[in-house]
């Protein structure tokens, strides 16, 4: 895992400005910019007897406040596939949900045809 020298490091004034900018993006634009910036944190184990990937995700589920329980399954949030919407577009909430059918993953986007988070595939969602 790449990970920041501690010498460069944000300060605590530079985390505030930026959570305080943070807070002005929609949904989408906020998972995207998660991860563009979470992909130096993939963590990879390949050798001859492992091919696993460890990678940050941003990840939607339900919780019944009143019995106490998660309800259903953790989805993973992919982002638009930019070969379809190319770059720049608005998008609105997260309402498209599916598999991949490359790895099987849950997924949930705001776009019908996303990209996987996990292994990259094209998803179509419904
Ligand atoms: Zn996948």
Redesign the pocket.
Known sequence: MKSVDLRDRASVQELEEIRTKLEKLTEPQLVELFFQVANRFTVGSFSETSSFEDKPVVAYSSYDFQDGKHEGTLSVACVHDPDVYGLGMEFDVFCQSGT?S??G?SVISYAKKMI?R??G?KVYGT
Do not use: E
């Open positions: 991949c490359n790895c993953v996987c996990l292994c595939s």
